[in-house]
């Protein structure tokens, strides 16, 4: 049974709206119907992605797509907005309570606009950044030369261990201390294991620096119990309402009372105009979903999840980086058969297994880059919502190894693994 907290007569996400859109507009009907079967049919390992709940996706195909909403509730720029500022109150409201904040800003479009508004409240052009480097596992908004983060600010890229894969706090110190960075940032989109939040708040301290957790990847676990909460440490915590948090894609802020009036200007009206009350709308459910008995329940099965693939990965003779997880996402090198990651995401695709490639640790320097990494990162947060358990991530880590080995029934046992499992059970179309 899926795990998700959703009672039995919860309508399809297929309901009265994808009829008209299949009557209005079959073309697009049809990219949702095939969307629709490409994943269900697939083992969806990207760590990043999740199945929403019915209520999540209600919302965000509802009328409050409609609404123009400057500003927040209360003082906004247009008329009209009485309605939609309930929906806000209630998210900030839900986010505040899940993660004990005292600030919540549910406006960012996405992590990355998160990121900016936090840079844009806490720094100036030209200050200097301490980060994770991207080829140990930062993310583009952690200093990438093709960001803005990279082009407005001057970046110095912390790293991980080569052979222990996890973050050298004596190294952090040691930029810290000699860059005198305006704030450090702990986050990645890569690592495995807990960041110690405490170990950076010091480092910030020492240095007078503000302290930003890019928590896009662990939020989830966090709401669920399952991983620290950078919220008591952090100046400013960034973050995604996407990824194991299952609503929808979007970000969002945390911060102290001191800090929510930069903090707020910074999203409106310095980085972005009106705010989106549909998707703010479907934070507030995935809130709401996410305070429940239920989700604490999925958030540690995720993690268990996760611990299951890695051991039975570790099995098969792929190295992990870190040698495991704490979390949802894991990292493995698949160099023992031959392969990098691009070669290998392609063959594990063949066999309906889907998963992103990442940079490893001992990467050369080019990776720093590139998004073409020579490891591969799994993530258990979608597999989990289908309600998949230890076992079915034992079979998930035989039939990895057995698709990368090119073994051509490794395709048909996914499809019917994945079918066993349906995301949204009473969707219609599947195959
Ligand atoms: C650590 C981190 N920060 C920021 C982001 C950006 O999120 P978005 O893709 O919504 O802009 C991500 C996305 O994966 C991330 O992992």
């Not at 806000?88 to 600030?103: C, M, P, Q, S, T």
């Not at 480097?133 to 912390?158: A, C, K």
Request: with cysteine; aromatic share 6%; net charge negative.
């Amino acid at each position: 049974m899926p795990v998700v907290d959703v009672p039995p007569t919860a309508p399809s996400h297929r309901g009265a709206d994808f009829d008209a859109l299949e009557r209005l507009d079959p073309e697009i009907a049809e990219v949702v119907r095939a969307e629709t079967r490409r994943e269900a049919d697939g083992l969806q390992l990207v760590a990043a992605e999740n199945f929403t709940s019915p209520a999540v996706l209600a919302a965000l195909g509802s009328v409050l797509a409609n609404k123009y909403a400057e500003g927040y509730p209360g003082a906004r720029h247009h008329g009209g907005c009485e309605v939609v500022d309930t929906a806000e109150r209630i998210a900030v409201d839900r986010a505040k309570g899940l993660f004990g904040a005292a600030h919540a800003n549910v406006q960012p479009h996405s992590g990355s606009a998160a990121v900016l508004a936090a840079y844009a409240a806490l720094l100036k052009p030209g200050d200097t950044l301490l980060a994770m480097g991207l080829p140990s596992g930062g993310h583009l908004t952690h200093g990438s030369p093709g960001n803005f983060s990279g082009r407005w600010f001057d970046v110095v890229g912390y790293g991980v261990d080569a052979e222990t894969g996890l973050i050298d706090h004596g190294q952090v110190r040691e930029l810290a201390r000699s860059h005198r960075p305006r704030a450090i940032v702990v986050g990645s989109i890569s690592y495995p294991r807990h960041p110690d939040y405490a170990a950076f708040r010091e480092i910030a301290d020492d240095v007078g620096a503000y302290l930003v957790a890019d928590a896009a990847h662990p939020i989830g676990l966090v709401a669920g119990g399952a991983a620290p909460n950078p919220v008591p440490y952090a100046d400013v915590v960034c973050a995604t309402t996407h990824k194991v948090l299952r609503g929808p894609r979007g970000g969002m802020l945390l911060c102290g009372q001191e800090l929510a009036e930069r903090i707020d200007r910074a999203v409106f009206p310095f980085t972005q105009g009106g705010a989106q009350m549909h998707t703010i709308a479907a934070k507030a459910v995935a809130f709401g979903e996410a305070a429940r008995p239920a989700f604490t329940t999925y958030a540690h099965q995720v993690v268990s999840n996760a611990r299951v693939l890695g051991e039975g990965l570790a099995a098969e003779g792929f190295a992990l980086t870190t040698g495991g997880t704490d979390t949802h996402l894991l990292t493995v090198d698949p160099a023992p058969l031959g392969l990098d990651g691009r070669e290998a995401r392609e063959r594990l695709a063949a066999a309906g297994i889907v998963l992103d490639t990442c940079a490893l640790p001992r990467g050369g320097a080019a990776e720093c880059h590139s998004r073409e990494g020579r490891g591969l990162r799994l993530g258990t947060a979608a597999v989990t919502t289908q309600g998949m358990g230890e076992a079915e991530m034992a079979r998930v880590a035989a039939l990895f190894a057995l698709a990368l080995r090119g073994e051509r029934n490794a395709a048909t046992e996914v499809r019917e693994l994945a079918r066993r499992f349906p995301p949204y059970p009473d969707a219609p179309y599947r195959g």
